[in-house]
């Protein structure tokens, strides 16, 4: 029974992302880090963590409105950067916040978007901000991701002004003043560095998840049960991330990180082999 407890709190790695396509609702907010903010654990996040939300950041509401397991506090559960969290809120779609968190959107029904466009061409095409009515031009070179459309409008991201706004994109200008980058999946020029950190990031998460949940086990049990883990191995021309396993028992948890690895490198030009207990990143 403490087995079966302990693989389902290991599958909470399992993510609910919109494909392109799809119809989703979107809570934008201006100033999030005024929110209160659970990370899928329902663990409260720190100010640190809070820093890394920029302005109008754009949640993809999965739950509108729920209930935490102590039975009194609600949330809006939502997706952003291909993780979940948990906003803790008054109302349906409401988030509560301490402080005065600005202007704030919520969107319905809108086509979400998963792809990269480039321009070309310098002064063809705006991108407007959501704090205000400016509007500036586009230059040649410009990498934008698009998120969801508002009727004629796209809510895209720019990487290189590392702000998001609103933007058109028409049809007659397509492969000349704009043009996909790809389709589906996000492809960016991230660096192998970057992809190893973010991987290391996710492994030292779920560590600390099953860390907790093994000493209370232990402390329960008078047991000591071996801790399994993840760790990381790298060489000159691969990393492997590997689940060091003690109970054999965990082979849907190990799938499960390995579709969460995989997503992490799904961003990058870099490929990977997939073994019994991991998954190796290989320095194209």
């Given at each position: 029974m403490l087995r079966k407890i302990l693989i389902i709190h290991l599958l909470v790695f399992l993510l609910i992302q919109a494909q392109s396509g799809e119809k989703s609702d979107f809570l934008i907010v201006e100033n999030p880090q005024a929110l209160t903010i659970y990370d899928k654990y329902q663990q409260s996040l720190e100010q640190g963590q809070l820093s890394s939300f920029p302005q109008y950041v754009p949640y993809r509401i999965i739950e509108p409105l729920g209930t935490f397991s102590d039975g009194l506090r609600k949330y809006v559960k939502v997706e952003?950067?291909?993780d979940e969290y948990f906003l803790l809120a008054e109302k349906e779609n409401k988030p509560l916040s301490s402080l005065?968190?600005?202007?704030?959107?919520?969107l319905r029904n809108k086509s979400v978007f998963k792809d990269t466009i480039d321009i070309n061409l310098n002064n063809k095409l705006l991108i407007r901000f959501p704090?205000?009515?400016?509007?500036i031009y586009l230059n040649s070179g410009d990498r934008l991701l698009r998120i969801f459309k508002d009727v004629t409008e796209y809510y895209i991201y720019s990487f290189n002004l590392?702000?998001?706004g609103w933007a058109r994109?028409?049809?007659?200008?397509?492969?000349n003043v704009w043009e996909k980058h790809t389709t589906g999946l996000l492809a960016l020029s991230v660096g192998y560095g970057e992809i190893i950190e973010r991987v290391r990031e996710k492994t030292e998460e779920y560590n600390k998840v099953i860390l907790s949940l093994f000493r209370h086990l232990n402390n329960k049990t008078d047991k000591n049960l071996a801790m399994p883990y993840w760790a990381i191995n790298e060489q000159d021309n691969y990393t492997d991330?590997?689940?060091?396993?003690?109970?054999?028992s965990f082979s849907e948890s190990v799938k499960e990180m390995r579709e969460e690895i995989k997503k992490i490198i799904s961003i990058s030009s870099f490929s990977y082999e997939q073994?019994?207990?991991g998954i190796r990143i290989i320095r194209n």
């Open positions: 952003f950067d291909s005065e968190f600005g202007k704030s959107f919520l704090d205000s009515q400016q509007k590392d702000r998001y994109f028409p049809a007659e200008l397509e492969g991330v590997q689940f060091v396993n003690h109970q054999n073994f019994e207990n």
